[in-house]
């Protein structure tokens, strides 16, 4: 029996930075801390994912995927994304941003924790974190960079 390739090769991260939001908001609202706060992290990510490769075409490959240095998870993806939207006058979305990162505490290998370990107060502050960068997600559409 022959397996059907996946339809979807191409990253689409404004789609998965909109559609992990929007499972983490349905989990949050439902106490589901772990998965809510998981989620939140990869929408934050996915989001800013975006809007970099909006910014400088030059963070994708020849073959349209994310360059290596770029393949961060959002808790360095931060930092990175200042970097670069301050060299592709992007001061406006760091602005949005702020310099401090509320997912510095983020691990992606936070998907193997047990629930017990997260709480209302860093899942909340990871939330306002994914939703500042909605407004940046928000504001590059505005600008014309985003679809």
């Known amino acids: ?3 059907k390739a996946h339809a979807a090769s191409k990253e689409d991260f404004l789609d ?6 929007h499972d983490a908001t349905l989990l ?3 106490h589901r801390l772990a998965n809510a706060d998981y989620l939140y992290g990869l929408s934050a990510e996915c989001g800013l994912k ?3 490769t909006a910014l400088d075409p030059g963070t994708l490959s020849p073959r349209g995927g994310l360059r290596r240095k770029y393949k961060q998870h959002i808790d360095q993806l931060w930092s990175t994304f200042i970097s670069l939207a301050h060299a592709r006058q992007g001061a406006q979305y760091v602005a949005i941003l702020g310099s401090e990162n509320p997912f510095a505490d983020w691990r992606i290998d936070q998907r193997y924790s047990p629930q017990r370990l997260f ?3 860093s899942v909340k502050a990871h939330s306002e974190g994914a939703n500042r960068i909605r407004q940046l997600v928000h504001q590059a559409r505005l600008d014309g960079i985003l679809p």
């Open 1 to 3: 029996m022959q397996r």
């Open 16 to 21: 998965a930075h909109e559609r992990h939001w």
């Open 50 to 52: 975006a809007v970099m």
């Open 119 to 121: 709480h209302q107060e």
């Open 28 to 30: 949050y609202k439902n």
